[in-house]
């Protein structure tokens, strides 16, 4: 069982930034696949970066974000750079068992078997 927690989140002007941890307990990140999903009120989860055996980002964020992590200290980071108005969201980060999965599948929020709990960024004008 994977324990995940999200930390990070806050009020944020656009054009700022931001960067979100994912610290883990329970197992050892370093053979688990990691994503970043945000999700805003009545919409569903949206993905927004994977780090596994490859990276990748979702076009709306990419230039702009970067998914880093540290297996030495469990965790998974999302640095924002460059915040939009429409980054605001609840992020919540992800676990998933393979870290070998293909584009297809990492985009999709039913193929993940742990989630954290979630941390509100919000960004004003």
């Known amino acids: 069982q994977v324990q995940l927690v999200e930390s990070g989140g806050g009020l944020v002007q656009a054009g700022g930034s931001l960067r979100l941890a994912c610290a883990a307990s329970g197992r050892t990140l370093s053979s688990y696949g990691m994503a970043w999903f945000r999700q805003t009120p009545g919409k569903e989860r949206e993905f927004v970066a994977w780090r596994g055996g490859s990276t990748l980002y979702a076009d709306s964020v990419k230039g702009r974000f970067t998914i880093s992590r540290d297996n030495a200290k469990n965790t998974v980071y999302l640095q924002m750079n460059s915040l939009k108005l429409e980054d605001t969201a609840v992020y919540y980060c992800?676990?998933?068992?393979?870290?070998?999965?293909?584009?297809?599948?990492?985009?999709?929020?039913?193929?993940?078997?742990?989630w954290g709990q979630g941390t509100q960024v919000t960004v004003s004008s």
């Open positions: 992800a676990a998933n068992r393979s870290p070998w999965r293909s584009p297809n599948m990492v985009i999709r929020a039913d193929d993940y078997d742990y």
